[in-house]
Every structure is written in structure tokens, then in C-alpha cells.
Nanobody
């Protein structure tokens, strides 16, 4: 059973950058579709970005397009979320999530089903 461990996050000023990491244990992440989500206090969870299994196909929420970049490092078995030009509205707990897709390349979806979740990491952007 895959487990994913998150790192990164923290406090940054508006306009700053942070990078989040999502590292898989045992199983190779490139067989999984990986999604990034966030949840701010009092708000519903929002899909932020995702990356397809076995390909570089990616998707982003409109609110982060042009500012956030998702990438995969196969050697490190890690998926990254690079967040630039951060805004106070980006403040939330961020989660990575995964779902097994095996040997068939599968497109990702921000509103897709994910069944393995990271522990979450706080991102706070001050104005």
C-alpha cells in the first residue's frame, strides 16, 4: 500500500515562493495519478493541480494557472508543487493525493477520485 509523505510549506510574504514535496514510499509514483489539493478555514477542499500517470500531462485550477507548477522527479519518487507569486488567498492546508493507474497512462482530473492522502502541510501567505 502506497504512503505519501509531504514536506515543504511554511510562512511567506505575498509575492514569495514555496515548494511542496510529495514523496512515495515503496511504490513508484509514476504509476499513480497525483493531485494537489488545498483547504482554507471555512472553505471546501479545492483541487489545485494534478499530474497524470506515466506522462507529463498536467492540469491546474484557474486560480493558480501561471503561478503554480507541478512536476515529477522519477529518481526521487517525488512530485513537487512549485508555488510562485503567492497571494494571501493561497493560505490553506495543502494535501497531495494519489490513485493507482498501473501501466496505462491516465490523464489526471482535479475533481477525480484519489484514495491515498498525505498528511497535509500548512502554507501561510502574509500580506
Amino acid at each position: 500500500q502506497l504512503q505519501v509523505v509531504q514536506s515543504g510549506g511554511g510562512l511567506v510574504q505575498s509575492g514569495g515562493s514555496l515548494r511542496l514535496s510529495c514523496t512515495g514510499s515503496r511504490n513508484r509514483l509514476y504509476y499513480y495519478v497525483i493531485g494537489w489539493f488545498r483547504q482554507a478555514p471555512g472553505k471546501e477542499r479545492e483541487g489545485v493541480s494534478c499530474i497524470s500517470s506515466l506522462s507529463d500531462e498536467k492540469d491546474y485550477a484557474d486560480s493558480v494557472k501561471g503561478r503554480f507548477t507541478v512536476s515529477r522527479d522519477t529518481a526521487e519518487n517525488t512530485v513537487y508543487l512549485q508555488m510562485n507569486n503567492l497571494k494571501p488567498d493561497d493560505t490553506a492546508v495543502y494535501y497531495c493525493a494519489a490513485i493507482w493507474r498501473g501501466a496505462t497512462p491516465t490523464s489526471c482530473a482535479l475533481n477525480g477520485r484519489y484514495d491515498v492522502w498525505g498528511q497535509g502541510t500548512q502554507v501561510t501567505v502574509s500580506s
